[in-house]
């Protein structure tokens, strides 16, 4: 009995001595601004000055291929990486981009007049490939080891 509990004991100690890799939070938060790099490749600028890296994103399929958080105040030290991302917005809106001096449009066979339209702060979202993406955003991760 006494070699037992002491087996349990080392065990225990044991474990608790491995790293524990929980799901993590990081916000794009409203006034945050977006680059797009590449094809699904998009990089964040915080308001307290981080950046996010996201490449291989699919911001309607809410995931993405890789995360990458850095701090631009300390020569952009890498904070985390991680590529098991899931994505939780408010939602995402297409976007129809009407030329410059266009007065009406038919939505449903409505005619809209355009000046009467309400102009959407632009702190409150980010366009990622033609779609609006409502702020904030917010990206679950698994730390990578290191």
Known sequence: MLKKSLAIGVLLCFLATLPVLAAKKITIPK????????????????????????T????????AGFIGIYDSKKNNQV?????????????????????????YI???????????????PRNDYVLIDDDVVWLPIEFVYEPDKK
């Open 106 to 120: 038919m939505i449903d066979d409505d005619v809209t007049w355009l000046k009467v339209g309400q102009k959407i």
């Open 31 to 54: 006034g945050a601004t977006v680059e797009k790099v590449g094809s699904g490749h998009f990089r964040f600028l915080l308001p307290d000055k981080k950046i996010i890296e996201i």
């Open 79 to 103: 904070i985390a990486t991680s590529s098991k991302i899931t994505i939780n917005s408010k939602g995402v809106s297409p976007v129809v981009k009407v030329p410059k001096g266009t007065q």
């Open 56 to 63: 291989g994103m699919n911001i309607r399929g809410k995931s």
